[in-house]
């Protein structure tokens, strides 16, 4: 794999960064290749593989370090199934030998406020926040780790479809949500790379501006249809509104954010115990 | 670089997770073995390996592939001074050849809603909740390409203590905030390994269950600082709490989170657009 196939995979030959087409570290070249895997061997994954995937997760940054994320490991296949089932769509998740659940944790950080004897007074928004963000970096070196090893990965944020489901099926305590699943399997072919954004839309230089925005992405959305156009099963909202041929991305993007999704997950969370103020 | 050393390193020899003594793939040791760097030489990052850190980033997984997320590079020294003298005690901001400011974005979902005339109706705390994902995944991946390349990185948090002027520095318009910034560089010097909770109090089997968790963290606070106690410097909060030393890792993480920190955000976050019920 050189550096130019892979760019090119990823954005488009056309949209491409300018990359010197050098020989890449291996580790650079898999980041660039990820690729997500629904399909998954009736194949075991190890306990020291899922050791060294979980330990680069925990190698991942953390804010402060104070590491205020939780994962839980399913293994068996009984709560496999209940979550692939509350979700109804996405018949892969049962399949997969391993489902993590990403969960960011306040609750750690104020049991260890009340074992010093002093007041954990950071229950706000912007501590949810880094619960998120680092459970999110958590969970993508796991997915980087996983690539390295011919493992194949598949995020559900879906879960938090279902968090009054799924709390209590894992036991989570006041203080701690799911922020995503994770299948983890040995894949069963590989998917074709997802093309992205092209970079002048995600990069900004010195100061954000989207002025070319529009136009960009009219073209990124030619670019996809062009290579693999969105599968009729793959249109958001078909229930709500007409379904139709050609639809590109952006306009699956408008279908989708169009329609309130988890629209009670604050409530939620509130009753879960975080203050979101 | 073997796997039992990496995993001493990151988490104590007798805390380290069980996984075989194999060869372990170039990439995956790399993530094993990252560490944060604060310190860089004067040499400039060139624009082709900018490139494809930020294209690893994009190579990310996001949410429903909608890429809720910016990037705004700096590399005028003047933005990046600025920024490092708000914040005051990260010295080595203003000497990092470039500054990323890692943005989650609503906007753009909302401006392509327009461009298809369709309402956008997510303007709620699961779609915060994915733009935070979607940036800190790609952080994440940013991260671990720079450290394939030999860049070394450092996750910036404290550019939320000033979003109010960072914002319009860097002209970002409603509907985006900065979720953390990240200094790139060639690092001058190896910081040891930041040493993880052991795996027990981060990784859950089959349900939630942190009954032993005291007592792994009180293991974990003499382990860490039998390795590398907590510099006077890094002891948090000591114009409110008297300054001692043999201050631990857990105890310095009450001290810190029993002190509010960032409450505004949220305010401020409402007056961007962001409705966060």
Same mark, same amino acid.
């Given at each position: 794999?050189?550096? #130019?196939? =892979?760019?090119? /995979?990823?954005?488009? *030959?056309? !949209?491409?960064?300018? &990359?010197?087409? @050098? %020989?890449?570290?291996? $580790?650079?070249?898999?980041?660039?290749?990820?690729?997500?895997?629904?399909?998954?061997?009736?194949?075991?994954?190890?306990?020291?593989?899922?050791?060294?995937?979980?330990?680069?997760?925990?190698?991942?940054?953390?804010?402060?370090?104070?590491?205020?994320?939780?994962?839980?490991?399913?293994?068996?296949?009984?709560?496999?199934?209940?979550?692939?089932?509350?979700?109804?769509?996405?018949?892969?998740?049962?399949?997969?030998?391993?489902?993590?659940?990403?969960?960011?944790?306040?609750?750690?950080?104020?049991?260890?406020?009340?074992?010093?004897?002093?007041?954990?007074?950071?229950?706000?928004?912007? #501590?949810? =926040?880094?619960? /998120?963000?680092?459970? *999110?970096? !958590?969970?993508?070196? &796991?997915?980087? @780790? %996983?690539?390295?090893? $011919?493992?194949?990965?598949?995020?559900?944020?879906?879960?938090?479809?279902?968090?009054?489901?799924?709390?209590?099926?894992?036991?989570?305590?006041?203080?701690?949500?799911?922020?995503?699943?994770?299948?983890?399997?040995?894949?069963?072919?590989?998917?074709?790379?997802?093309?992205?954004?092209?970079?002048?839309?995600?990069?900004?230089?010195?100061?954000?501006?989207?002025?070319?925005?529009?136009?960009?992405?009219?073209?990124?959305?030619?670019?996809?249809?062009?290579?693999?156009?969105?599968?009729?099963?793959?249109?958001?909202?078909?229930?709500?509104?007409?379904?139709?041929?050609?639809?590109?991305?952006?306009?699956?993007?408008?279908?989708?954010?169009?329609?309130?999704?988890?629209?009670?997950?604050?409530?939620?969370?509130?009753?879960? $115990?975080?203050?979101?103020?």
């Amino acid at each position: 794999m050189d550096t #130019t196939s =892979l760019l090119a /995979a990823r954005f488009g *030959a056309e !949209a491409a960064p300018d &990359a010197a087409d @050098a %020989a890449l570290p291996e $580790g650079l070249a898999r980041l660039l290749d990820r690729r997500v895997s629904r399909r998954y061997r009736d194949q075991d994954v190890p306990e020291a593989l899922l050791a060294l995937v979980l330990a680069a997760a925990q190698s991942a940054p953390s804010k402060s370090d104070l590491q205020q994320y939780s994962v839980v490991v399913l293994r068996e296949r009984a709560p496999i199934a209940r979550i692939a089932g509350w979700i109804g769509t996405m018949d892969w998740i049962a399949t997969a030998p391993v489902l993590l659940i990403w969960c960011g944790d306040m609750r750690r950080g104020q049991r260890l406020c009340a074992r010093h004897a002093m007041e954990h007074a950071n229950n706000n928004l912007d #501590t949810f =926040l880094n619960t /998120a963000a680092d459970c *999110a970096l !958590a969970m993508g070196h &796991a997915i980087a @780790a %996983a690539e390295t090893l $011919g493992l194949g990965t598949c995020p559900i944020s879906y879960v938090r479809n279902h968090v009054e489901k799924i709390a209590p099926l894992l036991a989570l305590p006041k203080g701690v949500y799911p922020l995503a699943g994770l299948t983890l399997g040995w894949p069963d072919g590989r998917r074709p790379t997802a093309m992205r954004l092209p970079p002048g839309v995600v990069v900004h230089r010195e100061r954000y501006d989207d002025a070319a925005m529009e136009e960009a992405v009219a073209a990124y959305d030619r670019r996809r249809a062009a290579r693999e156009p969105i599968a009729p099963g793959s249109v958001k909202n078909r229930d709500i509104y007409p379904a139709r041929a050609d639809i590109g991305w952006s306009e699956n993007l408008a279908r989708q954010l169009s329609v309130p999704e988890r629209y009670g997950f604050a409530a939620w969370l509130r009753t879960r $115990g975080f203050g979101l103020a």
